[in-house]
């Protein structure tokens, strides 16, 4: 039987599917591409994934490396125009050199989008990628834009990607970190961006296209922040074509100037064309981020700019598209080499679709740097995107730097802990402290608190309402609950985290403990709901402060630590129990008397009966004897003929010696004789006498001795 068990799980364990090297486990980051330069209607052409520049049919002068290990997934296209009837483009994304399974195909004189939402292609630290352009048939020459998605198999990793011109052998040159296609300067302040949100970078991949030259030559890669060269640095010597550092990190935060240095060491003879990659790690799980920057001012006309990279300006929109994916933005942080100058000011919105976002920004007078604090917005899949900028009242001539967040976490709201006071008394403030996490945090509405007392006896719900940052009272049926809206507060934790704290005094209410139920709404109406049971005990009893520490210290002297908290409970115990036993006797009672209520009703109904049909027997022989009946016509009065009147009165007497007559004749058939028959005839009366009152009498010793238990558990 063993071996039969052991040969069925080796065989289920051969139908589970192997989950590959690069399955993913992490965010999802968005890729943006797309460039107002025209396809080739012949020629197979190449350009970068990330960003772009002009086609190239080299496609080393296009590629991109990666530096984290994941999947690349959701290839978007969108054409400027159809490709014509029988014509069409096909778009490949390249690894390796090698064509991979992510590809779209547009074909004909109406489609201009397409997408491959069914292949998944893993890349590794140190790939390269692009993308492949293949028309057929000669189909119209037109702009296209495209975006990927990358989801990492490290949670929280993003790609930082950049492709360049040739280096120089001689001189020190300055590049963007990330961005689509770069010519390098010897001006480090030419290619400058701005990190929007705090994090590390790490994982620097360099691949060139060519060695270096000869023997020693070489080339190195640092990266800088604001000026100043970090540990992230690799080099490449001769003959190597790769290089990568994958254990120095760099922290960032959120307004750092970052940009790449590349030196030419011991005067190399080769001058190649160059990528790197980089590893972006958010502090906020579910963030990468887009940067770049234009190499021109833009104070003279309102201008379109890329989202990302150094391609330029332009005054008309579709000259400046990229497309995304679905996700939310944030934290647009904007840097100017030259403040607007007084009353002069500079106004950055992203735009989405063709319409304005509220990620907005104003750098205005002296000012050269600019936020849209903890605004967000969403974008679409394949929706044109772009950076506009528009000069205000005539500012001074400024070349803007820029970054903003691309999210793809939840943007539900989360309850994430409830921290209370471990004993409210009663008529004494306590705390309630809760916990709720939410994406920036300011796209929260309300967070409700309800506090249900022991056995659900009772409840109360109080209120946080973030637009007023006011606390409030819900509903409190019971009227057991006071709100302190002076000392109730809300601490902001961090970028993502609140924390809510009621304080409240509960004047009444069932002792014992309390469950809390919470409840987060956000301004989407998405909510989490969360109940923490027995959060903390309600004490009916309240001590002042000063006596029970006395009485506690008291105490101590003889060895007795906590007494006032384990006399309170064991009150508090009492009182339960006191409670307990207190509802079953009154239920006891009301039973009784019910009991007492239909037996008394019965009697009454059948005596009640017995009565009326003596009576009407009664009335029967009173008119046959005195002669009023039908049936004695003609006797008379009966009880006149009898004298009934004088003899009357004797009857009871005759009765009472009739009585004593039958003691001796009945004390000769009983044992014990007469004195024993006497003492029966004598308990028969008082037992139908009695029938009642001890009925009533058991019923009033049941209730006394009820009681005086209830004192004997007490004592």
């Not at 939840?410 to 709720?436: E, K, M």
Request: aromatic share 10%.
């Amino acid at each position: 039987m063993k071996k039969q068990i052991l040969v069925a799980i080796l065989l289920l364990s051969l139908l589970v599917p192997v989950v590959p090297v690069g399955a993913v486990g992490g965010i999802t980051q968005p890729i943006f591409g797309g460039i107002d330069s025209a396809l080739d209607d012949t020629n197979t052409e190449y350009n970068t994934l990330q960003g772009a520049y002009s086609w190239k049919t080299v496609e080393a002068q296009r590629n991109q490396v990666v530096s984290s290990a994941g999947i690349i997934k959701d290839l978007r296209i969108v054409l400027e125009a159809a490709p014509g009837a029988a014509k069409s483009y096909t778009i490949t994304l390249m690894l390796n050199g090698a064509p991979s399974a992510l590809t779209v195909t547009i074909t004909g004189a109406v489609d201009t989008t397409g997408a491959d939402t069914d292949h998944d292609v893993t890349v590794a630290p140190g790939d390269y990628v692009s993308l492949r352009c293949v028309p057929d048939n000669t189909p119209a020459e037109v702009d296209a834009y495209w975006s990927t998605m990358f989801e990492a198999s490290v949670s929280g990793e993003s790609l930082l990607l950049l492709a360049t011109s040739a280096l120089n052998t001689a001189a020190t040159e300055y590049g963007l970190v990330t961005g689509g296609y770069n010519f390098l300067s010897a001006t480090e302040n030419t290619w400058r961006e701005v990190i929007p949100t705090d994090g590390t970078i790490k994982n620097l991949y360099v691949k060139l296209s060519e060695d270096p030259g000869t023997a020693l030559d070489a080339y190195r890669f640092t990266l800088r922040i604001a000026g100043v060269s970090k540990a992230l640095t690799v080099t490449i010597t001769d003959p190597a074509t790769t290089g990568s550092n994958t254990v120095s990190t760099v922290a960032v935060s959120a307004g750092d100037i970052v940009t790449m240095m590349i030196e030419p060491l011991n005067g190399p003879s080769a001058i190649p064309y160059c990528t790197w990659g980089m590893t972006f790690v958010s502090d906020i799980d579910g963030e990468s981020i887009v940067m770049g920057e234009i190499s021109n001012t833009i104070e003279a006309d309102t201008y379109y700019l890329y989202p990302l990279g150094c391609i330029g300006r332009s005054t008309v929109e579709d000259n400046s598209y990229s497309i995304g994916q679905a996700a939310t933005i944030s934290k647009l942080n904007i840097f100017l080499n030259n403040d607007p100058g007084a009353g002069n000011s500079y106004v950055f919105t992203i735009r989405s679709g063709l319409a304005d976002t509220d990620l907005v920004t104003t750098i205005a007078g002296t000012d050269v740097t600019g936020d849209s604090a903890s605004l967000t917005d969403t974008i679409g899949n394949a929706e044109y995107m772009t950076l506009r900028s528009v000069p205000v009242s005539g500012p001074d001539a400024a070349i803007p730097y820029w970054g903003f967040v691309v999210y793809t976490g939840s943007t539900t709201p989360i309850n994430d802990a409830c921290d209370s006071d471990a004993v409210f008394s009663r008529n004494q403030d306590g705390w309630v402290n809760v916990t709720v996490s939410d994406y920036l945090i300011a796209d929260l509405a309300t967070v409700d608190m309800q506090v249900n007392t022991t056995g659900d006896y009772e409840n109360f719900t109080l209120r946080w309402t973030q637009a007023t940052n006011t606390f409030s009272e819900l509903s409190d049926p019971d009227n057991i609950c006071t709100l302190n809206t002076t000392l109730s507060t809300r601490v902001n934790l961090n970028e993502t985290a609140d924390q809510i704290c009621f304080c409240f005094t509960i004047t009444g209410g069932a002792s014992g403990d309390c469950d809390v139920r919470v409840t987060t709404t956000d301004d989407d109406a998405a909510t989490d709901i969360d109940t923490y049971n027995a959060e903390f005990e309600f004490s009916y009893y309240s001590w002042d402060e000063l006596v029970y520490d006395g009485i506690d210290s008291a105490f101590e002297q003889f060895g007795l630590f906590n007494y006032m908290a384990q006399i309170t409970a064991f009150i508090n115990g009492l009182v339960t129990y006191f409670e307990d036993s207190l509802t079953h006797l009154l239920a006891l009672v009301v039973q009784q008397f019910r009991v007492i209520t239909n037996v008394y009703n019965f009697v009454v109904f059948w005596i009640t009966a017995l009565i009326g049909v003596a009576l009407d027997f009664s009335v029967f022989y009173q008119s046959v004897l005195d002669g009023t009946s039908g049936w004695g016509t003609g006797i008379g009065d009966f009880w006149a003929v009898i004298g009934y009147d004088l003899w009357a009165p004797i009857v009871p007497l005759m009765l009472f010696l009739w009585w004593l007559e039958s003691l001796s004749k009945r004390g000769a058939q009983t044992v014990g004789g007469e004195l024993q028959v006497f003492i029966n005839d004598m308990n028969t009366a008082i037992s139908i006498v009695s029938y009642f009152v001890g009925m009533f009498s058991f019923v009033a010793n049941t209730i006394i001795d009820r009681v005086y238990g209830l004192f004997d558990a007490i004592v």
